[in-house]
């Protein structure tokens, strides 16, 4: 009988192969009342393809996209739900509806046709979050360097930080939430880390944006 117990206690002890995210309930009530301070998101459905271009070539693509795809630095063109955010000089992260991959693809190829230019599927390689609630830039001020008061990071604004260990690239897309952009390797570590941050204010983890 102590051998059962001692082999359903190590069963339950957390390692370097168990999900940390899953420490924490996916609902924490805002211990002061009200709404959760944070909402957590998945964005799924989407198809995300790093293109890699001067602007000469971007130029051609915005009847395709369907607006401008940005010049500027750390902005984000935003069309319906299509998004395109400057990574570089030559590198802008395009979102678009997962069903509508193949199509965008080959009328690109149509396009830009012997053009110098590289457009790479890295969906796989990329989670995304959509956060929101009153109190998402305090907890993200826990771990992220940005300045990310709205005078400074406006919709329409994107850049790429940390958040405390993780690479993340975060866009405002809109006027109440955020779009979390981080590896796939990452995302339970980054789940975890913003449930952990946000405890003093609530959460909730939502399955699709």
Same mark, same amino acid.
């Given at each position: ?100 991959? !193949?199509? &965008?693809?080959?009328?690109?190829? /149509?396009?830009?046709?012997?053009? +110098?230019? #590289?457009? $790479?599927?890295?969906? @796989? ?25 709205? !005078?400074? &990071?406006?919709?329409?604004?994107? /850049?790429?930080?940390?958040?405390? +260990?993780? #690479?993340? $690239?975060?866009?405002? @897309? ?36």
């Amino acid at each position: 009988m102590a051998s059962s117990n001692s082999e359903n206690t190590r069963d339950s002890v957390p390692n370097a192969q168990s999900p940390q995210a899953s420490a924490l309930p996916e609902i924490l009530p805002n211990p002061e009342g009200g709404a959760a301070g944070l909402s957590i998101a998945k964005v799924t459905g989407k198809t995300l393809i790093n293109l890699r271009c001067d602007d000469k070539i971007k130029a051609k693509l915005e009847t395709l996209f369907g607006a401008a795809l940005p010049t500027q630095p750390n902005k984000v063109a935003i069309i319906g739900t299509r998004r395109a955010l400057w990574l570089g000089p030559d590198e802008t992260l395009l979102m678009i509806e997962e069903e509508q991959e !193949a199509e &965008f693809m080959l009328n690109l190829r /149509a396009v830009l046709g012997n053009a +110098h230019y #590289a457009a $790479t599927p890295v969906s @796989d390689a990329i989670k995304i979050f959509r956060l929101g609630g009153a109190r998402q830039l305090d907890v993200l001020a826990k771990g992220c360097a940005l300045d990310l008061h709205p !005078a400074s &990071f406006k919709e329409g604004d994107c /850049a790429q930080s940390m958040l405390s +260990h993780a #690479a993340i $690239t975060l866009a405002a @897309d809109s006027q109440d939430s955020l779009l979390l952009f981080c590896r796939t390797s990452y995302s339970d570590y980054v789940t975890s880390w913003l449930k952990d941050a946000a405890v003093e204010y609530g959460y909730i983890l939502l399955d699709n944006a």
